[in-house]
């Protein structure tokens, strides 16, 4: 198949991009690398299956410069952090809204068999109860979660109105190697200096998957018969921002402290995901460990020399 991954130049963009080449798919990636780094696809660059076109969702000029013959798409490109999200509000906005707007409308001129959006446990913010299943209420509290429900309520219309087949994952916090920037990779990288570890409010707790399982589950959106609702992307088990800190600092050997900070009042700070709905539509197992990616991670870390 021709597959398009906007934003596939990201952290989960690169994992799915190789998983994809190596099923033998063609894959189209349109990137504007706001946030990714061009060394990071460095390996499957010259890949014959691959176009990576440097292209930014907010013009839909640029949708229109992409090849014919584009049967899939996976929707990935965003403002993809909450307080970065908070501090570019019209980037955010103009990102994560307006260029979903306009990845749909490709989709559906191009007539593409299936679109996949890829949502946040951030559209429901706070939780009023745990796990949260897909019909808590959606009340995302920031303008992050704010713009994802806005791209999946224009999900909901192409597919409404223009029949366009499209396939919505509400993601919990994925982590895994490559990602930058969050509080995994940063705590790693705070442990192996030996530097201090920084929680904010400290009440927080995070339902963690790897990335592999994402990808997993990406892979297999492909082929499943018939569209979907929004479903939860998640592990089902919650972590504690002090567990995740405690365990990093024990795989790593390292003797560094935490120091907790004011809370950031924008972040929500309970997400479990009820999984109930994921394992009725997919084969993918979730891992009985949530934290199962981090001794490689760490290890990758260390030998890296950082
Ligand atoms: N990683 C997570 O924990 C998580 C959780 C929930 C949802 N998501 C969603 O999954 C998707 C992928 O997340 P990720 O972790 O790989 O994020 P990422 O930031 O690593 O990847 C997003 C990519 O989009 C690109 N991009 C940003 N603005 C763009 C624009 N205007 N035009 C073209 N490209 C643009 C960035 O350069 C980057 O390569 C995002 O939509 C994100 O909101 C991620």
Known sequence: MHVLVTGGAGFIGCHLTRRLLAEGHRVTIMDNFFRASRQSLADVRDHSLLTIYEGDIRRYADFEKLPSGIEMVYHLAAQSNVMGAVSGLDYSFETNVGGTFNALKFARERSVRRFVFASSRESYGEAEYIPVDENHPLNSKNAYGASKLCGERYCAVFNQTYGLDVFTVRLANVYGRGDSNRV????IDKALRGETLTIYGGKQLIDFIGVDTVTDVFMEIMTHEGSSEAVNVGSGRGTTLFD??????????SASTLEVLPAREVEVVRFVADTKRFRKIFRTVLPENPLSLLPQMIHDEKKSGK
């Open 244 to 253: 995740l800190a405690e365990e990093i600092l024990k795989l790593s050997g």
């Open 184 to 187: 995994i990779p940063i705590f």
